[in-house]
């Protein structure tokens, strides 16, 4: 069975909700069903039949060809299967996704991977603002799964962030990592103001020392950590970087001691 | 009839009875390859035989850095009881006085098994708050605060209920050293078998024992038919040129894994010749009505 794809006919002149085009959503669907499906979020309401050339019959496996910073929620509750985009994204990618494989080729906009509890999210462009972080009212960000940012990610990455691990090739913006719970993130690259802003627990990871950390961050010295060796490994495995990035005895900042200060942020001891 | 031998060593017809077991396993790091094995020396210690010390456990394989999960050296230890709650007690108590411990040591489930026991999952609360949990690649570790730095331990590991315990072989020899060097080449063929362990001193055992004995209470006492100098007053299964016996004791992970050793000793003891080493072999069982494995050595022949 060859795999569903959507073609994008023409650029939406309206922002679309894509949250229904998951192997879970478009389950017993004909062609006739999905082409009628309502995505356009204005008063147009296009329907995907507008927007899309729907081929192929296999829903565990989606490709949209073709992408838009107009497409909203795509690979939204995922919990199996893979979703493929091969552009860009607009809002909260993957979000609540539970399983499964969301590829966007392109970059993503804000709130990527928002409430995701498992899975997998990989972004080969940047990611915008608040990625992995809740939604307005929301207790937790990202619970789980695992991000992959090939490029550069916004402000607030991993805001939130309560499990799982998300990692960021080419540099974040400010406050990556703030008000963490748990959870893991990594940022290669740059990083602006105060990484791990008021987080409670959680490791925040990078390959330099931060240039501007909170001042209630306390340095803990550079103790041997076999962790550092388990997570290196690990992020290798991963494909995410290629040799270790922390070594067996990297720097540790502990905080923020502005709450409950239990959370680090590990870099390489040089 | 005519006894069956290789290599001049006499094979008896006989087999071995073994019994099942449950088995967990963990693979204990360290900066380097003395404090790995340091730590699972120490925590296997004391642990030769379940008749009286709640498990039996030795270390299995050392393990390259690159077969670790944190890329350091490290060793596989295999644990053996005969209870789930008594494995999971010796597991907690063992890891937690002798790895938690032990300079730089890290610990990692070692065995994936559809029933989990506890490791950091109890061990954590030596971190008294300041533990940190993490979850990695769909695995569960905690990190708990110690004076060197921190000690990572994974927070289940698995455990077989398709153990075997008791696996074993009698080298009979004309004398004590003779008898040690076959046992001593035997040990020393069977560790390259992985999943088994030979829990006793260096893998070996001089006190073989029967079932019961004449005194109230006593689980175990001396083999007599196998001690030498028993020979003119107890029935004995020693000929006369016989003058030490030694007896090695073998734990698997699975029957396969103690059926492996026990040829693996075999060919080592027949290779050795009995000018050197062992003139007999023999093994150890209860009848066969109590050990559901049984292992005859005719089908172990090299």
Redesign the interface.
Known sequence: MSRLTFTLRHAPEERLDLSALTPKGLARLDRKAIAAIRIGQSKRGATVGDIFRVAGKDISDIVFEGGNEHFDGVGTGLDGGAVRVTGDVGARAGRAMRAGNLIIEGSVGPHAGSAMRGGRIEIFGNAGDHLGGPLAGELAGMNGGQIVVRSRAGDYAGDRMRRGLIAVLKGAGDYPGARMIAGTLVVLGDVGDLPGYLMRRGSIILDRPPKKSSPSFVACGAPELAFAGLLDRHLIAEGIVKRPLLGPAPNRLGGDNAVLGLGEILFPAK | MRPLKVNGVVIDDTFAEAFGMRATAIIV?A?NRKWARQAAISMTGFATSVIACGCEAAIDVELPPAAT????PGVRVMLFSVSTDELQKQLVNRVGQCVLTSP???CYAGLSGPTELKLGGALRYFGDG?Q??????GKH?W?VPVM???F?IEATTGMTKEAVGGGNLLLLADSSAKALLAAEAAVEAMDKVHGAIMPFPGGIVRSGSKVGGKYKGMVASTNNAFAPTLRGVSKSELGPDINAVLEIVIDGETSDAVAAAMKAGIAAVTALGPEKGAKRISAGNYGGKLGKFHYHLKALLP
């Open positions: 790091t900066p999960p944190d890329g350091r730089g040591s890290a300041w940190i949990s993490k979850k990695l690649g570790y990190r060197d730095g921190e990572l």
